[in-house]
């Protein structure tokens, strides 16, 4: 892998408010607004949304495409903002807006990991190498060097646990679709997130390799008891939830237990 420099980031401190008597939310989504221009057309996306995620729970965002829900995914995981005046997202019970240029590129980092439809790995890299990646942007140039091998180690255990430990040199352009988004999803988890937020992660796949792939990601998540914010459109995927928060339009239209 080629050792480039790489930013060193700041992740957030102090512990989660839990713990020390505050709310019991990691992610928090309070009367979000979020608007895009074409051209001279304003196009309203989210209107009003809220939500709250507790740790070690499971949320799917159910809705049609252009309901919103991959906006209010990125929102949530600090790639996008949400528009001035207009509602806040709260990690930790901090305002992502108030975060400093290094918290936010830690948070995004460290506290989330990123599962998306599609793959977006490296073809030149190998499979370890397109997981490493993630934990070169956390650590840095001279940060990942001095943890290289535990590093490796992680990733490597992940893949294996996932059923790629045989496909470690293996490049993308020699897998499968399911095994190039589990190499995707050991990515999002070699730096040991909080929250994985995951958009349409079997959206691109045959309905047997989704299963698959959902299979893999919820046993991940029952073994480390992490948290899981999902986006799809498929209510079958939804009832594998905890909760699900329909959104139609921009809005809330529903939040229940799945069954």
């Known amino acids: 892998m080629n050792d480039s420099p790489a930013q060193v980031v700041t992740p957030l401190a102090g512990p989660h408010p839990a713990a020390a008597g505050g709310p019991g939310f990691v992610l928090r989504a309070q009367d979000v607004h979020k608007t895009y221009w074409m051209g ?3 196009v309203p996306v989210l209107r009003g949304v809220s939500l709250d995620v507790q740790r070690g729970e499971f949320v799917a965002i159910l809705g049609a495409s252009g309901s ?3 906006t209010l995914l990125h929102l949530l995981g600090g790639l996008d903002r949400v528009d001035r005046g207009k509602g806040r997202v709260e990690y930790r019970g901090r305002d992502l807006s108030t975060l400093s240029s290094g918290e936010q590129d830690g948070y995004r980092s460290r ?3 990123f599962v998306f439809q599609f793959y977006h790995l490296l073809p030149e890299l190998s499979v370890l190498e397109n997981v490493l990646v993630a934990a070169m942007v956390r650590w840095g140039r001279w940060g990942y060097r001095s943890r290289r091998a535990e590093l490796r180690a992680r990733a490597g255990d992940l893949l294996g646990a996932f059923g790629l430990g045989h496909r470690l040199t293996h490049r993308p352009g020699e897998l499968s679709g399911g095994e190039r988004q589990r190499v995707a999803i050991a990515r999002a988890l070699v730096n040991g ?3 994985l937020l995951a958009d349409e992660p079997t959206g691109n796949l045959d309905r047997k390799t989704g299963g698959e792939i959902l299979d893999v ?3 991940h998540r029952a073994e480390q008891r992490g948290t899981l914010v999902m986006v799809t459109h498929d209510p079958e995927v939804a009832a594998k939830a905890d909760r ?4 139609l339009d921009g809005k809330v239209v529903g939040a229940a237990g799945a069954a």
Not at 244 to 247: A, E, P
């Open 40 to 42: 001279r057309v304003r």
């Open 68 to 70: 919103g829900k991959s």
């Open 244 to 247: 699900i928060v329909r959104l």
């Open 193 to 195: 997130p909080d929250v």
């Open 217 to 219: 990601m919820l046993g």
């Open 111 to 113: 506290a989330v990991g």
